[in-house]
């Protein structure tokens, strides 16, 4: 499985080993899309003060107003807190108020040319135990795929890399993981799928820690390889100011999932977490329209038609 072999030791053994392999994948994004923009990214190492809801510390990477990615974040953190929020326990009641250990890497990147779409990707361990009991560890994470304006190919390279990314963790689990980022990347106040979607798991401990270490690692070292061809096939397409108008007002969408429905935002905050890198995700500009409607037969129309509905893609 990804060439990964056991890790041996005890619970803080582990942890480091994970902690490790985080920080070195923050380390290839950030080089690889600093390559793709020829612009550095900002690098904000921070910490929890004593005192704090939350202890530990990270290191926020982000690069504003590039070329191509007009911003761009990628987040490592590595926390500590005296008990899971109530966004970390609705799966596993047994551990509310347990302290708990939490340490992930998470990007978005906002391409500034429509034709660019926008890309998520989390992977990230939670530990957890009352005192006296042997810590509990479980694996969330996946990427997925916002396009503003849609293409059958970029559509199907991108799934294609997922479900080999999970391949040899079974052959349900690119299935299972694709209609678990279907449900989850749905904005329900608009009946509305966010993008094209991708794979998304969260409290996975099947197989013990060995095996849910390695699906992480797995599906984080894919990131690049499904990404990236499709910014070099489309960072230089020309647009004007309609697709330009259109791709702020689709960012729009991307604002109201990430402050109503997503969990990791959630956890976050409830859980005293630092708002400046939590809200990394954001985009720099993004806009509302009342009632929006596409012209029938347009581009725009097609990615609501075609794209922003539950598919199969390869």
Known sequence: MSGVSAVSGGSEVRVQAVAHYLRGLQDRIVGAASALDAHGFLADAWSKAPGEALQGNGLTRILEGGQVLERA?????????????????QHRPEL????????GVSLVF????PYVPTVHMNVRMLSAAHPGQE???WFGGGMDLTPYYGFD?????????????VKPFGAETYPRFKQWCDDYFFLKHRNEQRGIGGIFFDDYAE??????????????????????????????TAYASREREFQLYRRGRYVEFNLVWDRGTHFG?????RTESILLSMPPQASW?????????????????????RRDWI
Do not use: W
């Open 73 to 89: 974040g990628c987040g490592f953190s590595h926390v500590r807190g005296a008990a899971l929020p109530p966004s970390a326990t």
């Open 96 to 103: 509310a108020g347990a302290p708990f250990e939490a340490m």
């Open 110 to 113: 906002h391409p500034r040319n």
């Open 135 to 137: 810590p509990v560890c």
């Open 153 to 165: 190919e970029d559509a199907q390279h991108f799934h294609t890399v997922c479900r080999d990314a």
């Open 207 to 236: 197989g013990g820690f060995d095996n849910g270490f390695a699906l992480m690692q797995s599906v984080g070292d894919a990131f690049l390889t499904a990404y990236l061809p499709i910014v070099e096939r489309r960072k230089d």
């Open 269 to 273: 905050l409830q859980s005293g977490g």
């Open 289 to 309: 329209s009342y009632q929006q409607t596409p012209e029938p037969g347009s581009p725009e129309e097609a990615l609501y038609t075609r794209f922003l509905t």
